[in-house]
Structures are given as structure tokens and as C-alpha cells.
């Protein structure tokens, strides 16, 4: 993994059978700041090319996890078919977030960052982490909301999108005791990560703040608005703007 934020070589892919019915595609690095934008290309290019075979393709940090119809095509030649989009994908590593030929789309979310010690807000670490870093409460937001993220993963629940990577000078460890309710909509830092909580659940990332942003709806498709390779910006808003998104949408505060 690159620690500095410099973009390193293009990583070599290996190959594991995951099940009858899928490949999965491993590369050697880590929160790679070239890695999903690859990632997405990839996975375009196998489905429109072998939608045929290809069911799905699942994208995660430094992997793909292809499923396949085994009825239709041999693993090994799936894999020869693989291959070819691999090796044929360029690596791009320019300055994604200023490119307008990188990969993903730029999916602006709202956040009302709390104020130190706010009494309202359900969860809030915004004075721990303000102590953890030495920073002000402006500068941790300026911090967080100074850059883009890219989305490097979705798992835990659906709709948690792992963002990547916050500023060296707000990077926090995970709670040592992980919450057993944190609210919809909690944003928050974990280590190189950030993060918007899609639904309350429990979880151990420090909450920084809070945003009326959909992250999952089953009823629309894609039931995600973002997808690996995507981009996200913060834009920092008011308690009342944050209400008054929330309550157009039908939340609750």
C-alpha cells in the first residue's frame, strides 16, 4: 500500500476459483489511489464484453469476484477471457479528482459537522477527535471536507461505502468498545477511512457529523447511488439545512 499517496506500478493479477460458479481476481495492492478507478474499468468492460457468460462482478479494495454461468463456459477459458481485459485496461494514474477522463462519477453529500460538546447530537466525537489530533473543530472540517473520496469498497451493510483516504492529520484509531447503536447517517473516521452510516447499526468509527444523503434505497436501481470508482465530496451545511433535507425526504432528525 502506498503510505504517501504516490501512485505505485501496475499490480499483477492472480486467479482463485471461489465456488462452481466464480473466479475471483486478486491484485497485489492496498487503498491504492489508482486501484478502483482499474477496478471499475474492468468490471465494465468484462460485462458489456461477456454479459453472456458473466453474471456479475463484485468489486472490492484489490479484487474482483466474478460470477458466472459454469453451464456456459469453462473455468479455464473464462479465466483466458479474463486475462485479456486485464492486461488490456490501462493503468491510469493521473490526478483522478482533477481528470475529467477518470473513471466514476463526482456524488456531492451533504454534511452538518457537529460542534465540540453539542448536547443534540445522538453520537458525537467531534471533541475526541479534535484532542486526538490537535485540531480545531474548523480545521477538521476543512480537513475533511477539503478533498475527494474515492469509494474503495461496499460491504458491511448495504449501501456502506468505504472512502478513501482521509488526510494524514485526521486519520483516528476505531473505538476500542464499538457502539451498539450509531444513527443513520452518521459520518464518520476509522482509521484511513471515512464513511456514512446507510442505516443505525452498530459500529466503532469515530461521528464527526451527520448527513441526510441516501445511501441505500431496495426500491430504486441501482438500489446504491455510488459504486466503487465513484468519487464523493462533503459539503459542510447547517443543523437547519440539515433538517429541512432530512424532512423532504421523509426522515427524521
Known amino acids: 500500500m502506498s503510505s504517501t ?98 473513471p466514476g462519477k463526482l456524488v456531492e453529500v451533504p454534511v452538518w459537522y457537529f460542534p465540540e460538546g453539542h448536547n443534540t447530537a445522538p453520537v458525537n466525537d467531534m471533541a475526541a477527535i479534535c484532542k486526538h489530533t490537535g485540531l480545531s473543530q474548523e480545521k477538521v472540517i476543512a480537513e475533511h471536507s477539503g478533498i475527494d473520496y474515492q469509494v474503495y469498497a461496499l460491504g458491511f451493510a448495504p449501501g456502506f461505502a468505504y472512502l478513501g483516504r482521509v488526510a494524514e492529520c485526521l486519520e483516528m484509531p476505531r473505538l476500542a468498545k464499538p457502539r451498539q447503536h450509531v444513527p443513520a447517517g452518521s459520518v464518520g473516521i476509522a482509521e484511513q477511512q471515512t464513511a456514512v452510516y446507510p442505516q443505525a447499526s452498530p459500529g466503532g468509527w469515530n461521528i464527526l457529523g451527520l448527513s441526510p444523503f441516501q445511501w441505500f434505497n431496495p426500491n430504486s436501481k441501482p438500489m446504491t447511488p455510488v459504486q466503487v470508482g465513484d468519487r464523493i465530496r462533503f459539503n459542510a451545511i447547517s443543523e437547519a439545512e440539515y433538517k429541512q433535507l432530512l424532512q423532504a425526504q421523509g426522515g427524521q432528525s
Open 5 to 102: 499517496g504516490q501512485f505505485t506500478t501496475r499490480p499483477e493479477v492472480t486467479f482463485a476459483i471461489a465456488g462452481v460458479d466464480a473466479l475471483l481476481l486478486q491484485f497485489d495492492q492496498q487503498l491504492d489511489p489508482c486501484m478502483p478507478g482499474f477496478l471499475a474499468n474492468i468490471r465494465q468492460t468484462i460485462l458489456r464484453e461477456h454479459g453472456d457468460v458473466v453474471q456479475e462482478v463484485v468489486p472490492s479494495y484489490a479484487s474482483l469476484l466474478v460470477y458466472y454461468e459454469p453451464r456456459l463456459v469453462r473455468t479455464y477459458d473464462l479465466q483466458q477471457l479474463l486475462e485479456v481485459v486485464v492486461n488490456d485496461t490501462p493503468w491510469l494514474c493521473s490526478v483522478w479528482s482533477v481528470d475529467t477522463e477518470a
